[in-house]
């Protein structure tokens, strides 16, 4: 997984820049050409979820995964070399596992979006 982060990250991250490109792409583009039918259609609240959804899923990736990824790294780089220390060890537990639920979370919140979106 450490070998996968350097790629991933940056790959991910321009993933989500697309998605939102696309997901306000879609909201903006209604069938009728106007937004006031925003809230009428049921393909105006699918485009509407999905792009609440994609930004969120943003929001978690950009605030949360990137700084504790960093702190992340930054902490295994302290420890290379001897074994880790208690509070190290637990250090590390909890930044993976606080890095794995939140992607569950992306993951379920992009899911959700891509769902949405099969009603456009």
């Known amino acids: 997984m450490g070998a996968l982060l350097p790629v991933l990250t940056p790959a991910m991250m321009l993933n989500s820049i697309v998605a939102l490109g696309i997901s306000i792409a879609l909201t903006l583009k209604l069938r009728q050409g106007t937004l006031g039918l925003l809230r009428s259609t049921t393909w105006s609240w699918a485009a509407a979820l999905s792009l609440i959804l994609t930004v969120t899923a943003m929001v978690i990736g950009f605030t949360i995964m990137v700084p504790t990824d960093a702190r992340l790294r930054k902490l295994?780089?302290?420890?290379?070399?001897?074994?880790?220390?208690?509070?190290?060890?637990?250090?590390?537990?909890q930044l993976s596992h606080r890095i794995k639920k939140m992607s569950q979370t992306d993951f379920v919140l992009i899911l959700i979006a891509m769902a949405a979106t099969q009603y456009l």
């Not at 295994?76 to 537990?93: D, F, K, W």
């Open 76 to 93: 295994r780089q302290s420890v290379e070399g001897h074994p880790p220390i208690p509070e190290e060890a637990q250090q590390l537990g």
